[in-house]
């Protein structure tokens, strides 16, 4: 099997090979034909056939393409997809080669949009393997929002569903919203890459057995061959979890990567309360990271009973190794909730909440889990930790359970900056700001990211289709500057069971990119 750096290689290649026309103004889906494609490649648009030649002048339809375009399509093609919505669901078997995996990509400077309608199937199911699926749009216009037949329905199908037996394929700088789950990777498709993306606003209520709500940003699980990486994705408001890293009998949580993804406010729609992040199921979860992750959760949105920000372990279950570090915890009404492991190393996170900061259930925690060097923003003498069964303060909690780490009763005084690179396209990043120092704008570092004379275009996540809040021409220097007033995030299609949360001034999450 191929690794992940040559998937990463390939595909970075590709970008600087198409260089800045890869990362062009996008258009609306509504806009006339456009004019004859420059780009070496086969061509897909919405009045193509099955018929065409796949030339720009004799398109394919979408199914016809994913299908391999009659035989003509071979490893290291390119498949563009020219701008409009192509409605229904559809089926890709494609299948590259290690050395020369097969692209299929928005055309530079369209918006090409795959809706589902109101199927009952998933939007977009892949098969086949070494296939880079590259920026391009799944949603789901239905209205339905409230079903009754318990869990599972098809009220709102999955936007991209990767089947068994898929493999070495990659997912990068998608927008899916408005779907069921935005990805679900099967246990046994191996080797998944999920990059980029920004997937936002779906999922159901369902009134059946006691009520819940469904619609995971990723819903993820690994049987161990291989590995599963979700990195540097942005998810939010989802109806259900942001990141469910959850697998039952016959099924496994091993080999996953969660890496810098900006996880915030899932959940918050619906009536029921979900995390941003789990890793953890009835089956075990081992040899997995958790790291460099970014979650939140507006403070409107922490009632006493309500949101755990993320959850490592569930229930009882005893699991194997894993390596949480570096992750940036704001909100909730249980920052950081721990379940059971062999060995859990905990280093460098920042721990911020205003009510239970850590509950840990494992009583033999001293031995099995490794903290240190983490920073707790809650008042130390709070009654705020939680380990077996018993609530410490953060001194008595430190010493029941052997943690080295700080702890301090005030919030940051200093906005904190993330910038997160795209390792796909040149000149494109996710920029998360909490801005603990209530400033009206900030400067950001951008070195190594745009290049002196890059045009630059910068939306927020939020209104990811709509005006920038900051463009220019980078002159060098190191930074430019982002105002941070906030917008009011995008309505469900359909409409939401709780009204949306404004994140902004105080969080957001932008992304900056070549206009």
Same mark, same amino acid.
């Given at each position: 099997?191929?690794?992940?750096?040559?998937?990463?290689?390939?595909?970075?290649?590709?970008?600087?090979?198409?260089?800045?026309?890869?990362?062009?103004?996008?258009?609306?889906?509504?806009?006339?034909?456009?004019?004859?494609?420059?780009?070496?490649?086969?061509?897909?648009?919405?009045?193509?056939?099955?018929?065409?030649?796949?030339?720009?002048?004799?398109?394919?339809?979408?199914?016809?393409?994913?299908?391999?375009?009659?035989?003509?399509?071979?490893?290291?093609?390119?498949?563009?997809?020219?701008?409009?919505?192509?409605?229904?669901?559809?089926?890709?078997?494609?299948?590259?080669?290690?050395?020369?995996?097969?692209?299929?990509?928005?055309?530079?400077?369209?918006?090409?949009?795959?809706?589902?309608?109101?199927?009952?199937?998933?939007?977009?199911?892949?098969?086949?393997?070494?296939?880079?699926?590259?920026?391009?749009?799944?949603?789901?216009?239905?209205?339905?929002?409230?079903?009754?037949?318990?869990?599972?329905?098809?009220?709102?199908?999955?936007?991209?569903?990767?089947?068994?037996?898929?493999?070495?394929?990659?997912?990068?700088?998608?927008?899916?919203?408005?779907?069921?789950?935005?990805?679900?990777?099967?246990?046994?498709?191996?080797?998944?890459?999920?990059?980029?993306?920004?997937?936002?606003?779906?999922?159901?209520?369902?009134?059946?057995?006691?009520?819940?709500?469904?619609?995971?940003?990723?819903?993820?699980?690994?049987?161990?061959?291989?590995?599963?990486?979700?990195?540097?994705?942005?998810?939010?408001?989802?109806?259900?979890?942001?990141?469910?890293?959850?697998?039952?009998?016959?099924?496994?949580?091993?080999?996953?990567?969660?890496?810098?993804?900006?996880?915030?406010?899932?959940?918050?729609?619906?009536?029921?309360?979900?995390?941003?992040?789990?890793?953890?199921?009835?089956?075990?979860?081992?040899?997995?990271?958790?790291?460099?992750?970014?979650?939140?959760?507006?403070?409107?949105?922490? @009632?006493? &009973?309500?949101? %755990?920000?993320? *959850?490592?372990?569930?229930?009882?279950? !005893? $699991?194997?190794? #894993?390596? +949480?570090?570096?992750?940036?915890?704001?909100?909730?009404?249980?920052?950081?909730?721990?379940?059971?492991?062999?060995?859990?190393?905990?280093?460098?996170?920042?721990?911020?909440?205003?009510?239970?900061?850590?509950?840990?259930?494992?009583?033999?925690?001293?031995?099995?889990?490794?903290?240190?060097?983490?920073?707790?923003?809650?008042? @130390?003498? &709070?009654?705020? %930790?939680?380990? *077996?069964?018993?609530?410490?303060?953060? !001194? $008595?909690?430190? #010493?029941? +359970?052997?943690?080295?780490?700080?702890?301090?009763?005030?919030?940051?005084?200093?906005?904190?900056?993330?910038?997160?690179?795209?390792?796909?396209?040149?000149?494109?990043?996710?920029?998360?700001?909490?801005?603990?120092?209530?400033?009206?704008?900030?400067?950001?570092?951008?070195?190594?990211?745009?290049?002196?004379?890059?045009?630059?275009?910068?939306?927020?996540?939020?209104?990811?289709?709509?005006?920038?809040?900051?463009?220019?021409?980078?002159?060098?220097?190191?930074?430019?500057?982002?105002?941070?007033?906030?917008?009011?995030?995008?309505?469900?299609?359909?409409?939401?069971?709780?009204?949306?949360?404004?994140?902004?001034?105080?969080?957001?999450?932008?992304?900056?990119?070549?206009?």
């Amino acid at each position: 099997m191929r690794s992940l750096g040559t998937m990463l290689t390939t595909a970075l290649v590709l970008c600087y090979a198409f260089g800045a026309l890869a990362c062009e103004k996008p258009l609306t889906p509504t806009q006339p034909p456009p004019p004859p494609g420059t780009h070496v490649g086969w061509y897909v648009a919405t009045t193509g056939t099955s018929g065409g030649s796949g030339a720009t002048g004799s398109p394919w339809d979408l199914q016809t393409a994913l299908s391999g375009g009659n035989g003509k399509v071979q490893p290291g093609d390119t498949i563009w997809l020219r701008v409009g919505t192509y409605s229904g669901t559809f089926l890709s078997t494609l299948t590259g080669t290690a050395a020369n995996p097969i692209v299929v990509r928005a055309y530079p400077g369209e918006r090409a949009m795959i809706d589902g309608g109101t199927s009952n199937i998933e939007t977009l199911t892949v098969n086949g393997g070494y296939t880079v699926y590259w920026g391009f749009e799944v949603m789901q216009s239905s209205t339905a929002r409230l079903g009754t037949s318990g869990t599972g329905s098809a009220l709102r199908p999955t936007g991209v569903y990767i089947q068994p037996g898929g493999h070495d394929l990659a997912f990068v700088n998608l927008i899916i919203h408005d779907t069921g789950h935005g990805f679900y990777t099967e246990n046994a498709a191996h080797n998944i890459v999920i990059y980029g993306c920004i997937i936002y606003n779906g999922g159901e209520e369902n009134s059946a057995t006691g009520g819940r709500s469904d619609g995971h940003g990723i819903y993820i699980k690994n049987d161990g061959t291989g590995w599963k990486i979700a990195r540097d994705n942005v998810v939010f408001n989802q109806f259900g979890f942001g990141i469910h890293g959850y697998a039952q009998a016959g099924q496994a949580l091993i080999q996953l990567v969660f890496d810098g993804n900006v996880l915030f406010n899932n959940g918050t729609p619906s009536d029921y309360q979900n995390p941003n992040l789990q890793l953890g199921g009835t089956v075990i979860a081992d040899s997995d990271s958790v790291t460099n992750n970014m979650l939140y959760f507006s403070s409107s949105a922490s @009632p006493s &009973a309500g949101y %755990w920000n993320a *959850r490592l372990g569930y229930n009882t279950l !005893a $699991n194997g190794t #894993a390596f +949480v570090h570096n992750n940036y915890l704001v909100g909730g009404s249980l920052t950081l909730d721990v379940g059971y492991w062999a060995n859990l190393v905990v280093q460098g996170n920042t721990l911020n909440g205003a009510s239970t900061v850590v509950w840990q259930h494992d009583s033999a925690a001293p031995g099995t889990q490794h903290w240190s060097g983490n920073q707790h923003y809650r008042d @130390p003498t &709070a009654l705020a %930790w939680e380990y *077996r069964a018993t609530t410490y303060n953060f !001194a $008595n909690w430190e #010493a029941a +359970v052997g943690v080295t780490d700080q702890a301090q009763a005030t919030t940051p005084t200093v906005t904190q900056v993330f910038v997160r690179p795209n390792r796909y396209e040149a000149g494109r990043a996710h920029i998360v700001i909490f801005n603990w120092g209530s400033l009206t704008s900030v400067a950001v570092p951008v070195t190594g990211v745009l290049n002196s004379g890059d045009a630059y275009e910068v939306r927020n996540v939020q209104d990811v289709f709509g005006t920038a809040v900051a463009s220019g021409t980078y002159g060098g220097g190191g930074t430019i500057t982002i105002p941070l007033g906030g917008v009011n995030p995008p309505q469900p299609i359909g409409g939401s069971f709780q009204p949306l949360n404004k994140t902004g001034p105080f969080f957001d999450a932008f992304l900056l990119k070549h206009p």
